[in-house]
């Protein structure tokens, strides 16, 4: 059975231009994907794995609304589907006029999988937010917690 990647992440280097802009771009083509009838709100995530592949997804929402799905997960489901473990970078894109951030349940699934993750958020501009997932989500709960029971 696959485990969660436990071990310190050493894929933190900055993206360079070109393969945030592919990230980016990547985003931007799932947030037409969106399946977001109920919200309107259409977004796209993409991961960059440690291998340099892209792997997208967008937000799914169920008229059963808890059941929704954010893009930064059904990306992560994937990318994990397609046996990528640990991730460089995720970029954020969506149809509102402003910077979409991940939400909490995100920054705790993307977390696990690269804590020192870049982050790239964009708008419908040229304005980029660049973050890191532990900036994100300081002091998360991780899986090396799981190990601290006597
Ligand atoms: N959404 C995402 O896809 N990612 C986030 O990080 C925040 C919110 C989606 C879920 C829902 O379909 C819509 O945005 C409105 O909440």
Same mark, same amino acid.
């Given at each position: 059975m696959n485990k969660p990647n436990m071990e310190t992440p050493t894929v933190d280097a900055q993206l360079d231009a *070109?393969? *945030?802009n592919r990230l980016v771009a990547a985003a931007r083509r799932a947030v037409q994907a969106a399946h977001s009838p109920y919200s309107g709100v259409c977004v796209g995530a993409a991961l960059l794995d440690d291998v340099g592949c892209?792997?997208?997804?967008?937000n799914v929402e169920s008229a059963s609304y808890g059941l929704t799905i954010c893009a930064e997960r059904t990306a992560l489901v994937s990318a994990v589907t397609a046996g990528a473990r640990t991730?460089?970078?995720v970029a954020v894109a969506s149809n509102l006029p402003r910077l979409l951030m991940p939400c909490g349940a995100c920054r705790q699934f993307l977390s696990e999988f690269g804590p020192r993750m870049q982050v790239v958020v964009v708008g419908p501009g040229e304005e980029r937010h660049r973050t890191t997932m532990d900036r994100l989500l300081p002091s998360a709960f991780s899986p090396a917690d799981l190990n601290a029971l006597p």
């Open positions: *070109e393969t *945030e892209i792997h997208d997804g967008c991730f460089r970078a």
